[in-house]
């Protein structure tokens, strides 16, 4: 529901952008909402609240909770910038934007810190009228010179390039009075509307008279319903829920943020996490690995109900999790080779409790995923670059390998593979090892924060072959040095959840620009001029239809180019958690359990309420 959305101005001012006044007939008007593709909001301007709340939530108790991803430590307050690691939870119970999401309609967004907003015809420029109420967690008003300051100081040179790219179709962004701001628009697409309706909003005063990648021990100045009472050495972290907090009765709010403190507590390695959760040391634990699941989730304290746990089906789309191979490394240059690195990873035997589903899309769980032959709008869009892409971009749609534990088709698809390596001029040699015309032995690294990251099942099938995978393990300061670097062979990424795919995400994801900017998202050094093309007609699209021909376009150009060794995906949520809340009757389509980093509403821990009695630590 928070800001940390990425979502993206140019021309004359229009004079209903700078007026109150009633617009002419066939003009922009005012609005309380705004739905992607002409869909007409879910919720009228007078309702009440979402339906995936309980508006007379009990407040009060403690949520204690666990770093929700791969940050063991913080050691800043400033989630902006490139360097260190801001600690969980400032985007969720402190940070707002403009506009905040619904979670159970496909792509709108309700007015936050914005009471109204107006969104020219042709999508050039998006206006917003901040909410009179609207304070920070100073006292100060939240005012139009606050909402530029933010705009101008994430899209900077001392921002992280995430925020830059995210941000790159908007043209300027113009204070038109002290609670009015317009931003023009050189993209004019919905990417670009809801990234500015999700940019994120604080402070002028917050590390005043510093360039902003020197604010780092300063506690952000935000409009959030929380503040933050103690940071403990970069290992635990507060936050105290603000009894005035200026938007408690707003429809989009209420029901929300019932917990009067929330608590994070971190932990490096995820046995000790696991039995830290069982002692109750916190409240809600994320379930990732099916092992886990079925085995380390039961016990007494599931049998007599003091622990509970549930799948939390989801209907969002799930993005794709898989092992990134490197281009930049001349030994992921060719396509055969990946191809083959891609058979030698076996589904079924991560799947032995049948809790995944093969990730073969890269929007996996939703209607974006390549269906059958390309579509006339897919072909397009494609036919182009048809002699720069594999020939099965024009037929079915990628299936990853299967082999159903079964011995033989196992042996089929390495053989298959050796066959592959061979053709790409690799033979077996000295060793035992993999080797080129020049003598260099065949053999990556994997990197990873995780400890015992090692499969097993796969350097056992690439040491088959002759291939050596080397596991690095490190820590995860070093790991995203790494990775912002572009300084790695392998590693394990998990593209966010979704309910319409953005294409500003898609482009830090596979876009030629971002392959060479350090400190995005682009891990793969992936450069296609048809990738480049089809995310364009992402961005352009202005219909649902259009949008679902890119996407199922580039789905294929990706999956077929073996850019990635593609794993797997849950299509839930999985979670325990102790017997001391309360819930919602209606539960969203499109939510997540804790991760800060989805995009999605994190549902239990923003509007989940301590029950009656229960223990409330």
Not at 95 to 110: F, I, K, P, Q, V
Not at 159 to 185: K, N, W
Not at 349 to 378: C, I, K, M, T
């Given at each position: 529901?928070?800001?940390?959305?990425?979502?993206?101005?140019?021309?004359?001012?229009?004079?209903?952008?700078?007026?109150?006044?009633?617009?002419?007939?066939?003009?922009?008007?005012?609005?309380?909402?705004?739905?992607?593709?002409?869909?007409?909001?879910?919720?009228?301007?007078?309702?009440?609240?979402?339906?995936?709340?309980?508006?007379?939530?009990?407040?009060?108790?403690?949520?204690?909770?666990?770093?929700?991803?791969?940050?063991?430590?913080?050691?800043?307050?400033?989630?902006?910038?490139?360097?260190?690691?801001?600690?969980?939870?400032?985007?969720?119970?402190?940070?707002?934007?403009?506009?905040?999401?619904?979670?159970?309609?496909?792509?709108?967004?309700?007015?936050?810190?914005?009471?109204?907003?107006?969104?020219?015809?042709?999508?050039?420029?998006?206006?917003?009228?901040?909410?009179?109420?609207?304070?920070?967690?100073?006292?100060?008003?939240?005012?139009?010179?606050?909402?530029?300051?933010?705009?101008?100081?994430?899209?900077?040179?001392?921002?992280?390039?995430?925020?830059?790219?995210?941000?790159?179709?908007?043209?300027?962004?113009?204070?038109?009075?002290?609670?009015?701001?317009?931003?023009?628009?050189?993209?004019?697409?919905?990417?670009?509307?809801?990234?500015?309706?999700?940019?994120?909003?604080?402070?002028?005063?917050?590390?005043?008279?510093?360039?902003?990648?020197?604010?780092?021990?300063?506690?952000?100045?935000?409009?959030?319903?929380?503040?933050?009472?103690?940071?403990?050495?970069?290992?635990?972290?507060?936050?105290?829920?603000?009894?005035?907090?200026?938007?408690?009765?707003?429809?989009?709010?209420?029901?929300?943020?019932?917990?009067?403190?929330?608590?994070?507590?971190?932990?490096?390695?995820?046995?000790?996490?696991?039995?830290?959760?069982?002692?109750?040391?916190?409240?809600?634990?994320?379930?990732?690995?099916?092992?886990?699941?079925?085995?380390?989730?039961?016990?007494?304290?599931?049998?007599?109900?003091?622990?509970?746990?549930?799948?939390?089906?989801?209907?969002?789309?799930?993005?794709?999790?898989?092992?990134?191979?490197?281009?930049?490394?001349?030994?992921?240059?060719?396509?055969?080779?990946?191809?083959?690195?891609?058979?030698?990873?076996?589904?079924?035997?991560?799947?032995?409790?049948?809790?995944?589903?093969?990730?073969?899309?890269?929007?996996?769980?939703?209607?974006?995923?390549?269906?059958?032959?390309?579509?006339?709008?897919?072909?397009?869009?494609?036919?182009?670059?048809?002699?720069?892409?594999?020939?099965?971009?024009?037929?079915?749609?990628?299936?990853?390998?299967?082999?159903?534990?079964?011995?033989?088709?196992?042996?089929?698809?390495?053989?298959?593979?050796?066959?592959?390596?061979?053709?790409?001029?690799?033979?077996?040699?000295?060793?035992?090892?993999?080797?080129n015309a020049a003598g260099a032995a065949f053999?990556?690294?994997?990197?990873?924060?995780?400890?015992?990251?090692?499969?097993?099942?796969?350097?056992?099938?690439?040491?088959?072959?002759?291939?050596?995978?080397?596991?690095?393990?490190?820590?995860?300061?070093?790991?995203?040095?790494?990775?912002?670097?572009?300084?790695?062979?392998?590693?394990?990424?998990?593209?966010?959840?979704?309910?319409?795919?953005?294409?500003?995400?898609?482009?830090?994801?596979?876009?030629?620009?971002?392959?060479?900017?350090?400190?995005?998202?682009n891990f793969r050094g992936v450069k296609s001029?048809?990738?480049?093309?089809?995310?364009?007609?992402?961005?352009?699209?202005?219909?649902?239809?259009?949008?679902?021909?890119?996407?199922?376009?580039?789905?294929?150009?990706?999956?077929?180019?073996?850019?990635?060794?593609?794993?797997?995906?849950?299509?839930?949520?999985?979670?325990?958690?102790?017997?001391?809340?309360?819930?919602?009757?209606?539960?969203?389509?499109?939510?997540?359990?804790?991760?800060?980093?989805?995009?999605?509403?994190?549902?239990?821990?923003?509007?989940?309420?301590?029950?009656?009695?229960?223990?409330?630590?």
């Amino acid at each position: 529901m928070r800001a940390a959305a990425l979502f993206a101005g140019t021309q004359a001012v229009p004079r209903w952008a700078v007026s109150a006044a009633t617009p002419a007939p066939g003009e922009a008007e005012w609005v309380h909402a705004y739905a992607a593709f002409g869909e007409p909001p879910k919720y009228p301007r007078d309702f009440s609240h979402f339906e995936y709340v309980n508006p007379q939530a009990p407040k009060g108790g403690s949520l204690y909770l666990r770093n929700p991803d791969r940050r063991s430590s913080f050691d800043k307050f400033n989630p902006f910038t490139l360097r260190g690691n801001a600690p969980a939870g400032i985007s969720f119970f402190m940070l707002e934007s403009l506009a905040t999401g619904s979670a159970d309609e496909l792509r709108t967004m309700y007015g936050l810190l914005a009471s109204e907003m107006l969104i020219a015809p042709d999508k050039s420029s998006i206006s917003f009228r901040l909410h009179p109420k609207a304070r920070f967690s100073n006292g100060d008003a939240v005012l139009a010179a606050d909402v530029k300051h933010s705009f101008d100081s994430i899209t900077g040179p001392y921002a992280s390039p995430t925020y830059q790219t995210a941000y790159a179709g908007v043209e300027r962004a113009t204070v038109l009075d002290e609670r009015t701001i317009r931003f023009d628009l050189k993209e004019r697409s919905e990417d670009t509307v809801f990234a500015v309706g999700g940019l994120p909003v604080f402070s002028r005063k917050w590390g005043e008279g510093k360039r902003f990648d020197e604010i780092v021990t300063e506690y952000p100045i935000m409009s959030g319903p929380y503040t933050i009472e103690q940071a403990h050495a970069g290992r635990r972290i507060e936050f105290k829920r603000d009894p005035g907090y200026w938007a408690r009765e707003l429809p989009v709010v209420r029901g929300f943020y019932n917990f009067d403190r929330v608590v994070y507590r971190y932990y490096k390695d995820e046995a000790v996490a696991t039995e830290a959760f069982k002692a109750g040391e916190f409240d809600i634990f994320k379930v990732y690995g099916a092992r886990t699941w079925v085995r380390q989730m039961k016990g007494t304290k599931w049998d007599d109900g003091r622990i509970l746990k549930d799948l939390f089906p989801v209907a969002t789309g799930q993005g794709l999790q898989a092992d990134e191979l490197n281009l930049r490394r001349p030994i992921f240059q060719d396509i055969r080779v990946r191809q083959a690195i891609g058979l030698t990873w076996d589904f079924d035997s991560h799947n032995r409790y049948g809790l995944f589903h093969a990730a073969d899309s890269v929007f996996n769980n939703s209607e974006f995923a390549a269906q059958g032959p390309p579509s006339p709008g897919e072909l397009a869009l494609l036919e182009p670059y048809r002699g720069q892409l594999p020939k099965e971009v024009f037929g079915p749609p990628f299936v990853a390998p299967r082999t159903g534990r079964d011995p033989e088709r196992v042996r089929a698809n390495l053989v298959q593979a050796r066959d592959l390596l061979a053709q790409a001029g690799w033979k077996l040699g000295a060793g035992n090892r993999l080797r080129n015309a020049a003598g260099a032995a065949f053999e990556f690294e994997y990197l990873t924060p995780n400890e015992g990251a090692r499969d097993a099942i796969w350097q056992h099938n690439l040491d088959k072959l002759g291939i050596g995978l080397n596991v690095r393990q490190v820590d995860f300061a070093l790991y995203r040095r790494r990775l912002e670097q572009y300084d790695f062979d392998i590693v394990t990424i998990v593209e966010g959840t979704f309910t319409v795919p953005s294409a500003l995400d898609y482009t830090s994801l596979y876009g030629s620009k971002s392959a060479d900017e350090k400190g995005n998202n682009n891990f793969r050094g992936v450069k296609s001029a048809a990738v480049d093309h089809i995310l364009e007609a992402m961005t352009a699209a202005q219909t649902l239809p259009r949008l679902r021909d890119a996407c199922r376009a580039l789905d294929r150009v990706v999956m077929w180019n073996h850019w990635q060794v593609p794993e797997l995906y849950f299509a839930a949520e999985p979670a325990s958690f102790w017997d001391k809340f309360g819930m919602p009757k209606v539960r969203p389509k499109y939510y997540t359990i804790d991760n800060p980093n989805s995009g999605q509403i994190a549902w239990p821990i923003l509007t989940w309420w301590i029950k009656p009695g229960a223990v409330k630590g």
